[in-house]
């Protein structure tokens, strides 16, 4: 909670001098993002069959120009992370078990990312991620079938908050591109620091957040 709270300082710091650039006539801008997240948890033995889980991520965001090509984009989102994971038994035609699960963990992300533009309308760009973990589930289905008769379950339970880590900690990559001065496409890859599990045991490996993510931009 330390964490996210400093995560949260650096970026209301980072507006208050985006509201002190404004005022100086720097061009200051602010806007909303919205898009898609293609999220997976990092491979360990027990995690062989894992898929990637699709989810969404939202928010708001600051651009603040400290260079005439380098500029600093704080962002507040909500990113739903997480994986599916499937598993086949199969005996025979008439007699199997197929089970699916997803885990889904949303959080409030704090992303600060530095940016460099080759071009005004293009750039790259590189920071940390500060995240607080507020939705931990898992939902599943289940379908079997003996003698051929088939029955499906499925259900959604909580997961254990105790048991995770409530900080993420992550570094991002991505690029840009505005169409106009308001419009832009954005991608990035964020690859997590910290283990999800806040009791590791002994020999076992760190378990992490990754994902993927793209969508739009709107400067206003």
């Given amino acids: 909670m330390k964490k996210l709270i400093l995560g949260l300082a650096v970026t209301a710091s980072t507006l208050a001098f985006a509201q002190q650039a404004k005022s100086s006539s720097s061009p200051v801008s602010f806007g909303v993002k919205a898009g898609m997240n293609v999220s997976s948890l990092s491979k360990d033995e027990g ?28 962002e507040v989102l909500y990113s739903q992370y997480g994986s599916k994971a499937v598993y086949n038994n199969v005996v025979d035609a008439n007699n199997s078990v197929k089970r699916s699960y997803t885990t889904d963990l949303g959080y409030i992300t704090v992303p600060v990312m530095f940016q460099y533009n080759f071009v005004p309308n293009f750039y790259l760009e590189a920071g940390p991620e500060f995240g607080f973990n507020v939705v931990a589930k898992e939902k599943y289905d289940q379908t079997t ?61 760190a378990i992490r957040n990754n994902v993927f993510q793209v969508g739009l931009a709107f400067k206003f």
Avoid: C, H, M
């Avoid at 991520?57 to 500029?71: K, L």
């Fill in 47 to 74: 995690l062989d069959d894992q898929k990637s889980k699709i989810g969404f991520n939202a928010g708001v965001f600051a651009n603040i120009p400290v260079a005439s090509s380098f500029s600093i984009q704080p």
């Fill in 145 to 205: 079938v003996i003698g051929g008769s088939t029955t499906t379950t499925s259900g959604t339970e909580d997961i254990d908050k105790d048991n995770l880590n409530t900080f993420n900690f992550g570094i991002g990559i991505g690029a840009g591109y505005y169409f106009t001065d308001n419009i832009g496409l954005t991608a990035r890859y964020v690859a997590g620091v910290t283990d999800v599990a806040k009791d590791r045991p002994s020999g076992s490996d």
